[in-house]
């Protein structure tokens, strides 16, 4: 079997996993919520500050810093696109 279609294959039985096993399912929406809340406008504004400055600095450490972060503000900004295109669920969910 190919690797492709073992990483399919794995990647299924995971999702099954979730789908049938309500304890799973309610712990992974837990901690999602808990990763969505981390990353308010203030939050995200903040770092973005920390990733200009790094910009205007000239040091190897801040250029460590300022790596990271870029990596850090992508992977919000698409999570925060992705929410605000999904519809709103009922309340309670």
Known sequence: MHWCQLLHAGLAQQLLL???????????????????????????????????????ACSKELLQLRQLSVADIQFAAVWASEACTRPALPQGQ
Request: hydrophobic content about 55%.
């Open 18 to 56: 979730v789908l049938t096993n309500a304890a799973l399912c309610q712990q992974l929406q837990a901690a999602a919520r808990q990763t969505a809340l981390r990353f308010t406008p203030a939050a995200v504004v903040e770092h973005l500050e920390a990733v200009l400055y790094c910009l205007t």
